[in-house]
Each structure stands twice: as C-alpha cells, then as structure tokens.
C-alpha cells in the first residue's frame, strides 16, 4: 500500500478538492488499520 501521504493527495486529486477534517481522519483510521492488520494477519 501507498504512504499515508500518497494515499491522501491521491483521494484529493480524484475528489477534485482537500479532505475535510472528518475525511482526513477516517482515511487516517483506515491506513492505521490496514498498517496494522498487515503485521498481524492470522494464518489459517
């Protein structure tokens, strides 16, 4: 996956416009999610 800050100016870029505070914060959660699920999966 991207940097946080790619996947930020990514997201902008395809809305056309800055993320909002609320925006910005849940993509934040998702990439913190994502960083860590990756570094933890469960094998099965």
Wanted: hydrophobic share 30%; glycine share 4%; no cysteine.
């Amino acid at each position: 996956m991207e940097s946080f800050l790619q996947l930020t100016r990514s997201t902008e870029e395809q809305l056309g416009r800055k993320l909002d505070g609320k925006e910005a914060a849940f993509l934040r959660w998702v990439y913190k999610r994502h960083t860590e699920e990756k570094h933890t999966r469960v094998k099965v």
